[in-house]
């Protein structure tokens, strides 16, 4: 029995990757930022976190974790013209800068535990260049960048990896997939011709934490349906 950290698991990935490890029978401690969730079971705990806040507390986590996965992100699609500044900072601030607190406070716990893992979330936008995607392929080349570099400096006691998904069905892509048009447009546009669910993205985060990976670590694990590496 292990014990993880999943910030953001009020829904879509974070909520499925809980529902896994939980009914596994590992011990959860899972954040929400507005609306309390009511826990699936003994094993998962969920608590209220705003990782946009200067100092955030990480008390109700016990002496040591073996993992933490950091959901938290936004998709905003703008023409690069009618970006503020701002928004980028304003995105930054939750994507990279919301896991480096989460990590920092965190990482006395993590250096406890044996083969302790932490999984981020990348895009495939950051590898291949979409229009409208500068807002967050911006902050999530950051969070690239932080994988590889917390891999080198952690190992080998920590592993550090990250998942890049394309689009997936999930509340936060809501508006991409509001209409039967539009879940049909975007998946052909993948390979696999199918849009990525919550569970797929889940399946590789449970993956990366367990032991199983334990030989992986600096790693941008492209799961996105073919899109970032196939051309058809």
Same mark, same amino acid.
């Given at each position: 029995?292990? !014990?993880?950290?999943?910030? &953001? %698991?009020?829904?879509? @990935?974070?909520? $499925? =990757? ?74 930054? !601030?939750?994507?990279?800068? &919301? %896991?480096?607190?989460? @990590?920092?406070? $965190? =990482? ?74 539009? !879940? ?49």
């Amino acid at each position: 029995m292990a !014990k993880y950290l999943v910030v &953001g %698991a009020s829904s879509g @990935i974070g909520n $499925a =990757l809980v529902n896994q490890l939980s009914q596994q029978g590992h011990l959860v401690y899972a954040t929400y930022f507005k609306n309390e969730i009511i826990a699936p079971n003994a094993n998962t705990s969920f608590h209220q976190l705003n990782v946009l806040e200067e100092n955030i507390s990480l008390e109700f986590l016990p002496e040591s974790i073996n993992g933490i996965v950091y959901c938290p992100g936004s998709i905003n699609l703008k023409p690069f013209a009618r970006i503020k500044p701002e928004d980028f900072e304003q995105d930054y !601030k939750l994507q990279l800068i &919301g %896991a480096v607190k989460v @990590i920092q406070a $965190a =990482l006395p716990k993590l250096k406890e535990a044996d083969n302790a893992s932490i999984v981020l979330f990348s895009t495939v936008a950051v590898q291949s260049g979409l229009n409208f995607h500068s807002l967050v392929a911006s902050s999530k080349g950051a969070v690239e960048g932080l994988t590889r570099a917390l891999a080198a400096e952690l190992a080998p006691k920590i592993r550090v990896n990250c998942i890049a998904p394309s689009l997936t069905d999930t509340p936060l892509a809501a508006l991409l997939l509001n209409t039967d048009q539009k !879940k049909e447009a975007n998946s052909l546009r993948h390979p696999l011709k199918r849009i990525g669910s919550a569970t797929d993205i889940a399946n590789m985060a449970e993956f990366l934490l367990s032991d199983k990976s334990g030989w992986i670590t600096g790693q941008i694990l492209h799961v996105d349906g073919g899109m970032g590496s196939i051309k058809l």
